[in-house]
């Protein structure tokens, strides 16, 4: 005869769909990065203390330790987005709890620019169509970067 397993924990806490990654990919999907501090080229983390009430909102949120120039009310904004789910748990007890999260501020990495070069090889007109062919060739000449060719027929 084997016993059923019996829940150790009264009081069940909150917990975001789809784990920590999917709550690390919802901040990073929706964070802005405030103005001044991209002006300012400030980095940092960002530590919020909040309040998630029985329906799973996050109610009070509250910067433990910031690092201004916006950054800390774009936490407070992202933190206040979050929807968690609360298991059921017995008699229906409404519960608050309480949690911290780290939010990342890191200045996002400029893609380099390639300058490229455009020449026209051939232009034709065949039975009142024009047709261009040209080439686009990277000035940089970097050896991963590959010539394109592109014809276009009006």
Do not use: W
């Amino acid at each position: 005869m084997s016993k059923e397993k019996k829940d150790n924990h009264f009081i069940k806490k909150p917990f975001y769909e789809g784990g920590i990654t999917a709550l690390r990919k919802f901040i990073k999907e929706n964070l802005k990065y405030p103005k001044e501090a991209l002006e300012k080229k400030i980095e940092g983390t960002v530590l919020v203390k909040y309040d998630i009430d029985y329906t799973g909102k996050v109610t009070d949120a509250k910067v433990l330790k910031g690092i201004g120039h916006g950054c800390n009310k774009e936490a407070k904004r992202l933190i206040k987005l979050l929807k968690y789910e609360v298991p059921k748990g017995p008699r229906k007890l409404k519960v608050s709890f309480h949690k911290e999260t780290k939010i990342n501020f890191r200045l996002p990495k400029e893609k380099p620019v390639v300058k490229v070069e455009k020449k026209a090889t051939k232009v034709k007109i065949n039975q009142g169509k024009l047709s261009i062919k040209y080439t686009i060739t990277p000035k940089a000449g970097k050896p991963q970067e590959v010539k394109k060719s592109y014809n276009y027929t009006i």
